[in-house]
Structure formats: structure tokens, C-alpha cells
């Protein structure tokens, strides 16, 4: 979604509040899509203070459906969003745009809420997400999710480097 904070920009001291809801149905992100399961309206804040600063404040929650690291199973994650950005009017209002860190949610007089709530979900992302701690995950063998039942492969598996050790035992088995 994107509001135009033209009036705010150009009036000195100025203030706005929109309601707004986040546009955005999946978080594609360079580790792949994930769905956004729920996502709560909310209010944003735009305010000139002094025609020197452009301040945007808001808050909300979004929960993403991200795959559990061991098993694969879907797991809601709730992301709370605090936005607090200052933006430097003087080198907003200039020519050198490109210089600004904040570039990328802003464009023209235009404000990309989604950009916006998408940069503070990716800064924000868990390293690792398990469906719970006692996960087993999934066999390496035969791909069964080892929470729901157990499979029929080999649980044990010899150590590569102790090959030669176990031909000798084999050996001595039959004596």
C-alpha cells in the first residue's frame, strides 16, 4: 500500500495519521516465499517537525508461515513491527535522493508501507525455527517425519573411517 505524504512534506509542522493494511500476501524473501497468515491493520503516523525531519511511527504484528528447520512442517511465526524512522528533509528535498539509506521505501512523495514492514520483518527473521524444542525432524533415508511415526530404515549407521576395523570383526564372527 502507498500513501502519499505530499502535503506533509511541503507544510511545516504538519501531522497525519492513515489506517492501513499491510498489501503484502507472501514474504519473498532470496530464501524463498513464505505466506503471511495474519496480518493486523494499523495506524501510521507521518509527521514534518520543523521542516527538517520527516518522522514515521507505527505498530503491528504479522504472522508468517515459515517451515520448521528439522521436520518441515508449516509453523506460525508472529513478527511485532515497531516503525520509528526519522528521514532528513534537507537531503530528501535535494537532488542527491540516492544518498539516503531510506530510499527504498520512499518514492517521490509517495511512502511503500509494505517496503516499509517488509525491511523490518527481514531484519527481524529467525536464524532457526523449530515446531517445537523436542523436534525429531525427518528421516535422511526415507523422508518420514519422525514426530508423527517412526520408519523402517537402519537407525545405526557405522562411522566411514571404522570400515576396515569392521571387515576384521566380521572375520572373527564366524570362529
Known amino acids: 500500500m502507498k500513501v502519499d505524504i505530499s502535503k ?7 501531522e497525519m495519521s492513515v489506517d492501513v493494511t499491510l498489501g503484502l500476501s507472501s514474504f519473498d524473501a532470496g530464501i524463498g516465499a513464505f505466506p503471511v497468515l495474519r496480518k493486523a491493520p494499523f495506524t501510521l503516523s507521518v509527521a514534518n517537525v520543523e521542516h527538517k525531519q520527516l518522522k514515521i ?7 508468517i508461515g515459515i517451515s520448521c528447520s528439522r521436520c518441515l512442517t508449516q509453523v506460525p511465526v508472529s513478527f ?25 521505501y520512499m518514492t517521490g512523495t509517495d511512502l511503500d ?17 523449530l515446531c517445537r524444542e ?20 537402519q537407525k545405526t549407521e557405522p562411522d566411514p573411517r571404522m570400515a576396515a576395523i569392521q571387515d576384521i570383526f566380521n572375520q572373527f564372527k564366524e570362529v
Open 8 to 14: 506533509i512534506i511541503s507544510n511545516k509542522n504538519k
Open 57 to 63: 511511527i507505527g505498530r503491528t504484528e504479522v504472522t
Open 80 to 104: 511485532p513491527v515497531e516503525i520509528s524512522k526519522e528521514i532528513d528533509l534537507a537531503k530528501f528535498l535535494s537532488e542527491d535522493v540516492e544518498e539516503l539509506e531510506d530510499a527504498d
Open 113 to 129: 508501507v509494505d517496503a516499509l514492514i517488509f525491511g523490518e520483518i527481514l531484519v527481524n527473521w529467525p536464524m532457526k525455527v
Open 134 to 153: 523436542d523436534c525429531k525432524g525427518i528421516c535422511k533415508n526415507c523422508g518420514t517425519n519422525l514426530n508423527l511415526s517412526e520408519c523402517q530404515c
